[in-house]
């Protein structure tokens, strides 16, 4: 198999995640912006990672290739087979990737105008260092377009649901280990592959391992979330 990513995609973690809880190996990809996306397009009809291909198949979306998995590798199952949990899995997996990522990506764009380092770092790992080197040394002065159009993404009222998501998921986890039953599901990966961009994890390597965005990840309401993702992480063995 192969797995065509963006090592910091949060929704390529989360397929990441997958294959190391189904004990499955991919060759990991990585697409350069631009030209890759282009051969990307040609291989799966479309210029989003993360893309699957598992011999003849092709499969495009985190959430197309996790039900792909699970079915083709059913083991361990990352979907209950009670209907109603299923559901309740399959709706906090789609809140994850729709409604939590939106406020995880806009408040760490704007981390990373801030951030030399983080701004650097997210790069895709293809860039050549030069360019890396140049990202990372911009002062935040020259990315003030950046910086305005950022502003009209990010409001208050945003960054208010953003703290509100993870305050209600504090009190999901407050009595549970896991977010739906006694074991670890699609829902706990996805929400874990969002966290680790609010704050990176240790597997994240240098730079960018305890990074991450300013009143969020740094903040010591939000302690229990990151050690309950770090401890996900660790029994999926990618701590």
């Not at 860039?127 to 990372?136: E, Q, T």
Request: aromatic share 6%; with cysteine.
């Amino acid at each position: 198999m192969q797995l065509h990513q963006f090592r910091h995609s949060a929704f390529c973690e989360k397929v990441r995640l997958i294959l190391a809880v189904k004990g499955l190996h991919a060759d990991l990809i990585e697409v350069v912006p631009g030209l890759g996306q282009v051969a990307l397009f040609r291989l799966s009809g479309q210029r989003q990672v993360p893309v699957l291909v598992d011999g003849d198949e092709v499969v495009a979306d985190s959430t197309e290739i996790a039900l792909y998995l699970e079915q083709r590798h059913p083991l361990p199952p990352l979907l209950p087979t009670d209907g109603a949990a299923r559901a309740r899995v399959l709706l906090l997996e789609d809140w994850a990737d729709t409604a939590l990522a939106a406020g995880v990506r806009q408040a760490l764009w704007q981390a990373a105008v801030a951030d030399p380092v983080l701004r650097s770092a997210r790069l895709p790992a293809a860039p050549p260092r030069p360019l890396r080197r140049l990202v990372g040394s911009l002062p935040g002065g020259v990315l003030s377009p950046l910086n305005d159009t950022i502003s009209e993404v990010i409001s208050p009222l945003q960054a208010s649901q953003l703290r509100r998501n993870l305050d209600q998921l504090l009190v999901l986890l407050r009595h549970s280990s896991y977010l739906e039953g006694e074991q670890i599901t699609l829902a706990d990966l996805a929400v874990v592959a969002q966290l680790s961009l609010l704050r990176f994890a240790d597997n994240a390597g240098a730079p960018l391992a305890g990074r991450g965005v300013r009143g969020f990840g740094d903040n010591p309401l939000y302690g229990p979330l990151f050690a309950w993702r770090d401890r996900i992480l660790a029994e999926v063995g990618r701590g």
